[in-house]
C-alpha cells in the first residue's frame, strides 16, 4: 500500500507539473520590460514570450502580436521553443504509460512485473520532460539576466523575468518530483528462497525381524 500511495503522490505531482509546462509554454510573459532606474514610467507593460509580443494598457486592455517570421527569431527562441515543445510531448508520452502502470488501473494486471516496470518508465519520461522544461527556462532566464545587467543594453530595451518564468522552473520542479517518486514506487524484490523440500517418512515397519 505504501508503494501505491507513493505512485500515486508521484503521478499527481508529475500530471500537475506537464500541465503548468504547457500553461508557461503559452503565456507571453516570459519577459517583462523593466522601468527601474531612471526609466519613464509609460502607461502600457510590454511583454515578450516564445511565439507572441504584448501590451498592455492602463486600462486593462491587451494588445499581442505573434512573430511574423520563424527565421528571423533567435537560434536561442528557437531552441526554446523547441525545448518547452519536446516537454509538452514526452510529458504526454509519460502520462499514458505512468496511468498503464499505476496499481489503481486495470490494464496489464496478469504480469505484475511489467506493469511495475511501465510506472518506473513512466517516471523516467517525465523526468527528460522536467529537465527540458527545467534548460529551456533557466536558458532564456539567464539570457534576459545577462542582457539587463550588459552595459551596453539601452535603459529603456531592458527586460524582467517574467511570471512564464516562474511557472516554468516550478512546473519543471513538480515534474522532476513527480518522476522521482514514480521511480521509487517500485518496491523491492524480496530474495525468493527455494521451498524446502521435507524429508521423507520413514517406511512402516512390517513386524519382520532380518537376521
Not at 52 to 80: F, H, N, R
Amino acid at each position: 500500500m505504501a508503494s501505491g500511495g507513493l505512485q500515486l503522490l508521484g503521478f499527481v505531482l508529475a500530471f500537475l507539473g506537464w500541465m503548468g509546462i504547457i500553461i508557461s509554454t503559452a503565456m507571453p510573459q516570459w519577459k517583462m520590460a523593466s522601468y527601474a532606474g531612471d526609466n519613464i514610467v509609460t502607461a502600457q507593460a510590454l511583454y515578450e514570450g516564445l511565439w507572441m509580443s504584448c501590451a498592455m494598457q492602463s486600462t486593462g486592455q491587451i494588445q499581442c502580436k505573434v512573430y511574423d517570421s520563424l527565421l528571423k527569431l533567435e537560434s536561442s527562441l528557437q531552441a526554446t521553443r523547441a525545448l518547452m515543445v519536446a516537454a509538452i510531448l514526452l510529458g504526454l508520452v509519460g502520462v499514458f504509460v505512468a496511468v498503464t502502470g499505476m496499481k489503481c488501473m486495470k490494464c496489464m494486471e496478469d504480469d505484475q512485473v511489467k506493469k511495475m516496470r511501465m510506472a518506473v518508465f513512466g517516471g523516467v519520461i517525465f523526468i527528460i520532460a522536467g529537465l527540458s522544461a527545467l534548460v529551456a527556462t533557466s536558458w532564456y532566464g539567464n539570457r534576459v539576466a545577462r542582457a539587463f545587467y550588459d552595459p551596453f543594453t539601452p535603459v529603456n530595451t531592458r527586460f524582467e523575468f517574467g511570471s512564464a518564468l516562474f511557472i516554468g522552473w516550478a512546473a519543471a520542479s513538480l515534474a522532476l518530483l513527480g518522476g522521482a517518486f514514480l521511480c521509487c514506487s517500485c518496491p523491492r524484490s524480496e530474495t525468493s528462497y527455494p521451498p524446502s523440500r521435507g524429508y521423507p517418512k520413514n517406511a512402516p515397519s512390517t513386524g519382520k525381524d532380518y537376521v
